[in-house]
């Protein structure tokens, strides 16, 4: 598959359902701010606090990190004719996901959320490799640039050209150690290729070693996936079956459960994923995963279930549904669950809404909103 169309694609996908976001921030009560939006530059240093309160948000301090942008770099690159494709709609979400300046920090105030750790995604894994080099160097060093700005509210992951392992194991250290970066982005397989395959494992070692946490996004699956088991439907249909609809989180999934079996876990004990969206629909597989899938079977050192509770985070990132939160809580614990909102794909009111809303105790409401990932991401 052309990789502009893939990239074309997984665009449209995850921003078919952002025309939404703007609409759920009004209804919540918030301004939905674009990028041509003329919000004065005060409104970054506004009482955020009070703002939050008089849309019925506490004082509690929140912490997001499903949190999206797209680098000039990418835009003049793979994005490029991207843009003009689309529908009108969709196109709104660029304009939200460009903006890393005051009107972000506006509708953050509004929504009462205190620090976004932004992510690249779509990413960069389907381009040719040696693109990816230049790409992954710009798009860093572009967001580096803006977190600088608002430092106590905005941080950043890492995008790596995964295609060069070592580059990427580099990569990932001068943007942990050098300019505070909280981790990595992976925006799924890169070419049919996951992370359970050794080719990787010079990056994943650097991770580890660099306590640097693994945002693992989804992206579409392949294209033969797609062709067997999501074709022979409208094109509408066949996107959102294979993407936002179901594929991207079973294909994700998919990705983390070939990490445990792969053993990468087992070469790397101490390195932790992060996924969103409830956990992928892995929390409600976890108990027969582990039923159907014994040591004696597995060859790994431990049950699946210890690895998805000691090896990964979750975040809700667009799923705001109870149901999922509260399997997603019996399975893994409140301490491996964390706060997103999925921005600009799904708004951000609407997460801290559900936030407010969860029914669990006050002590861990705080883990949820902000503990966990002052631990996981030394904040």
Request: proline letters at 6%.
């Amino acid at each position: 598959m052309d990789r502009r169309k893939f990239i074309s694609a997984t665009i449209v996908a995850t921003a078919a359902s952002a025309a939404t976001a703007v609409a759920g921030d009004r209804i919540l009560g918030v301004a939905a701010a674009g990028a041509t939006q003329n919000i004065p530059a005060k409104a970054a240093a506004a009482d955020e606090a009070s703002k939050a309160e008089r849309n019925g948000f506490s004082k509690m301090r929140t912490i997001t990190m499903e949190e999206h942008y797209f680098s000039p770099a990418f835009i003049a690159g793979p994005g490029k004719t991207i843009k003009q494709s689309i529908n009108p709609k969709i196109v709104r979400t660029f304009d939200l996901a460009y903006d890393l300046g005051a009107n972000r920090i506006a509708l953050m105030d509004e929504a009462g959320i205190d620090v976004q750790i932004l992510s690249h995604a779509p990413g960069i894994e389907q381009v040719e490799a040696e693109e990816q080099l230049a790409l992954a160097r710009e798009t860093n060093d572009y967001l580096r640039d803006c977190i600088a700005k608002y430092p106590t509210r905005l941080a950043g992951f890492t995008t790596l050209p995964t295609a060069s392992p070592d580059k990427a194991a580099k990569e990932l250290e001068r943007m942990v150690t050098k300019h505070g970066f909280k981790g990595a982005i992976i925006n799924g397989h890169t070419r049919a290729r996951y992370l359970d395959d050794k080719f990787f494992w010079p990056m994943l070692e650097s991770a580890e070693s660099l306590n640097a946490p693994i945002y693992l996004h989804p992206t579409p699956p392949p294209k033969a996936i797609t062709d067997v088991y999501y074709a022979g439907f409208s094109p509408e249909v066949t996107y959102m079956f294979s993407t936002a609809g179901w594929g991207w989180h079973i294909e994700t999934a998919v990705h983390v459960v070939r990490m445990v079996l792969g053993g990468v876990f087992d070469q790397f004990p101490k390195l932790q994923i992060v996924v969103g969206h409830m956990g992928e629909a892995l929390p409600f597989m976890l108990p027969r995963m582990d039923k159907a899938m014994s040591l004696q079977t597995t060859k790994i050192k431990r049950p699946i279930s210890d690895y998805l509770r000691e090896n990964l985070y979750y975040t809700f990132s667009g799923f705001n549904f109870s149901q999922n939160f509260l399997d997603l809580m019996l399975q893994v614990g409140v301490d491996r669950i964390m706060f997103s909102a999925d921005y600009p794909y799904a708004p951000m009111a609407e997460a801290r809404t559900f936030l407010e809303q969860l029914p669990v105790s006050a002590a861990d409401r705080e883990r949820i909103a902000h503990g966990n990932a002052e631990q996981l991401f030394k904040m």
